[in-house]
């Protein structure tokens, strides 16, 4: 999915859009896994019982509103994360109900480190650290392909040539 175009100056070009590494999902999955199997044995093992209805309306609403609030929402918060580097700044946008976001113009970014640990390199994300005119590094995590993402950025405010990074996946 490309960055909206209402949202890019005049010339601007995407260069990379990322949402947050996957790994941020695999607690929804378990937790909607966990929902469904908990459900699952509620209606296993209520068959024979006299009150079973109500049991199941109680299993039903706390299974829907653990869903929202453990799947729902971390999903939605995912999807409506932007990590947007285009050829004039870098953006960050995040939020469903409330939009909040950073913009950097890359000729405002002093430095771009990154940092990665073990379980980061195993799956190919990591840390953005990046030093600009404002007091403190700015941190984005779990960016994926840091790396790459790294370089790329780091090119983009040398003003060096560059090919254009894959959209989305």
């Given at each position: 999915m490309a960055y909206p175009d209402d949202q890019l100056g005049e010339g601007e070009q995407v260069l990379v859009h990322?949402?947050?590494h996957w790994k941020l999902l695999v607690g929804p999955?378990?937790?909607l896994l966990v929902v469904l199997v908990g459900f699952g044995a509620l209606v296993l093992f209520t068959g024979a019982l006299a009150w079973r209805t109500p049991v199941?309306?109680?299993g039903g609403i706390v299974g829907f509103v653990l869903l929202l609030w453990l799947v729902l929402t971390p999903l939605l918060r995912w999807r409506t994360t932007h990590f947007v580097v285009t050829n004039h700044r870098l953006m960050i946008r995040e939020g469903v109900?409330?939009?909040s976001g950073v913009h950097i113009p890359l000729g405002r970014i002093n430095s771009v480190r990154s940092s990665r640990g073990l379980l980061?390199?195993?799956l190919g994300s990591g840390t953005l650290i990046i030093?600009?005119?404002s007091d403190e590094p700015l941190e984005f995590d779990d960016i994926p392909e840091v790396n790459r993402v790294q370089s790329l950025l780091y090119g983009a405010v040398e003003g060096e040539p560059h090919d254009h990074y894959p959209e989305d996946r």
């Open positions: 990322r949402h947050p999955v378990l937790a199941l309306a109680a109900f409330t939009r980061d390199r195993l030093e600009s005119a």
